[in-house]
């Protein structure tokens, strides 16, 4: 596994403790990297010079916390207690889930302060310069489903309120109308960039904040701790159906670590500390369990008052529980705090599009994951087999992303956090060579651990599409995700030590003791 010719190398520029080198052709325009509120975000994922970023790590508590105020997160803990589970057994799988996905997401948010860039480009480190394509298409493709997901949600709810106020019989043109307003404004957002997002999350915050807490009112007079639950659990037992409440909590969380560097490529090493990144995104994470667990408290006094039965739709059951002068909090966690949840996804997007496809800029690029997005909410909303299938989708796609991520977090502590980030940024300016290169661009390393990983996840994973023969030995639960995830973290140290990495890898930082 050699390393081809080096591209050239630029300016010197600084990724931590270390001296790296620029990207060749990096404008040193400063308006091109202007991330301000009411402008336009130009660069996409372009290597940003430190210089100017102007984030910090509360903006990264603050994105996810905020956006996690929207019934597409909320119905995360709503799910155990549909499953048959009592309240506490539902509030501890909720927990439990949470503080796990914390613990998986913490630590991906310290390449994108290193390589001043997203993550599935920071991953072309260890997966090659071609190879980070799986990170740019992993991303892509959940980001788009989870954003059709919470504009669905959105227009659930608004049926709901039509049809508890209103006494509707048919909500289609409300829906459809809703759906449009959505899409604008979430296109609007994204087009403009990290700085407006991050305010559009913090603008959530208190105000989906003071809806869950008048939740507490409204709601608290059908609430019961002592809920014991339907008494038949939709995965056979009240142990299987915990744990898989549990791991539906951890890969909810797990599987935004993809987009972490999304947001801590606008940080500048110098200036906040590993720790302090680390530490904002473990914070955040646990954060999310609040609205999860607000889903866990209201489905239980929906149930447990009468109001549905645990067949009905969570969120028509929401409505259908609460008065009459709480529809409207219920109506913007749907739809305001839907399209905060919305954005994160479509911005996402929009950076792996011009990833994947160099000629689009960043704008270009949203503008059209923004567009695929509302085309896929329209089609979901006439052939609802559809919106089942994006879930499966995003639940077996959990075997993919999570050794991916296992791979980078391993990956960046093994390299002690060095980057060469011109060479990260070959395949975007479509050259060839640098010490990324690997084999034609593919770090087989990385690479076949990920492949193995996520096959084997896959025979043990359990969904409404198959169920993999592994997963018998675990009476039915999904666990292919965890299983992968284990995988990749014992497969690809190993890799490492019995076919090391040439020490250029390394920069000026001596590579790990390794056996030849």
Request: aromatic share 10%; hydrophobic share 65%; no cysteine.
């Given at each position: 596994m050699s390393t081809e010719t080096t591209a050239p190398a630029g300016p010197t520029a600084t990724t931590g403790n270390t001296a790296t080198t620029e990207p060749p052709g990096t404008t040193l325009d400063p308006q091109f990297f202007a991330d301000r509120m009411g402008r336009i975000e130009r660069c996409g994922i372009e290597y940003i010079p430190e210089d100017n970023r102007k984030s910090t790590p509360r903006n990264l508590t603050a994105i996810l916390f905020g956006s996690s105020l929207a019934l597409s997160v909320i119905i995360i803990g709503a799910f155990p207690v549909t499953f048959g589970l009592s309240f506490w057994q539902a509030a501890t799988s909720v927990a439990a889930g949470t503080l796990l996905g914390a613990i998986l997401l913490a630590p991906m948010g310290l390449m994108g302060p290193r390589t001043g860039t997203n993550n599935p480009v920071a991953s072309g480190a260890f997966f090659g310069v071609a190879g980070r394509l799986?990170?740019?298409?992993?991303?892509?493709?959940?980001?788009?489903?989870?954003?059709?997901?919470?504009?669905?949600?959105?227009?659930?709810?608004?049926?709901?309120?039509?049809?508890?106020?209103?006494h509707l019989d048919d909500t289609t043109v409300p829906r459809l109308v809703a759906y449009a307003v959505l899409a604008v404004i979430v296109t609007a957002i994204s087009v403009l960039g990290h700085a407006n997002m991050v305010a559009a999350q913090r603008f959530m915050i208190p105000t989906a904040g003071l809806c869950l807490l008048l939740g507490l009112f409204a709601y608290g007079g059908d609430f019961d701790p002592s809920y014991a639950g339907t008494g038949e659990y939709v995965f056979g037992s009240a142990t299987a159906t915990w744990m898989a409440s549990f791991l539906i909590t951890t890969s909810t969380i797990s599987s935004l670590g993809p987009y972490a560097g999304d947001w801590t490529r606008h940080i500048t090493p110098r200036l906040h500390s590993d720790r302090a990144i680390t530490l904002a995104l473990f914070l955040g994470a646990l954060c999310m369990g609040i609205p999860m667990l607000w889903g866990t408290f209201t489905a239980t006094a929906v149930l447990g008052g009468g109001a549905v039965t645990a067949a009905d739709p969570y969120v028509l059951g929401l409505v259908a529980g609460a008065p009459a002068w709480f529809v409207p909090a219920v109506l913007y966690l749907g739809l305001a705090s839907g399209t905060a949840q919305a954005v994160i996804n479509t911005y996402g997007t929009g950076l792996d599009t011009s990833s994947i496809i160099p000629r689009l800029n960043r704008v270009q690029a949203t503008l059209v994951a923004c567009g695929v997005s509302a085309a896929l909410v329209y089609v979901g909303h006439f052939y609802s087999a559809i919106v089942a299938g994006i879930s499966v989708f995003l639940q077996v796609l959990t075997c993919f992303s999570l050794p991916w991520i296992v791979i980078v977090a391993i990956g960046h502590f093994y390299r002690r956090g060095y980057y060469d980030?011109?060479?990260?940024?070959?395949?975007n300016q479509r050259r060839r060579g640098g010490i990324y290169w690997f084999t034609a661009g593919f770090n087989l390393r990385g690479l076949l651990v990920w492949c193995a990983a996520a096959a084997v996840g896959l025979l043990c994973s359990s969904n409404a599409w198959f169920v993999g023969?592994?997963?018998?030995?675990?009476?039915?639960?999904?666990?292919?995700?965890?299983?992968?995830g284990v995988l990749a973290a014992v497969l690809y140290p190993l890799a490492l030590i019995r076919y090391p990495e040439s020490e250029e890898v390394y920069g000026d930082r001596k590579p790990a003791p390794t056996a030849r």
């Open positions: 799986i990170g740019s298409l992993l991303e892509a493709t959940a980001a788009l489903a989870f954003a059709a997901l919470s504009i669905w949600t959105g227009g659930d709810a608004l049926a709901g309120a039509l049809v508890t106020v209103f980030v011109a060479a990260l940024q070959v395949f023969p592994g997963a018998e030995l675990f009476g039915g639960i999904d666990l292919g995700f965890l299983i992968a």
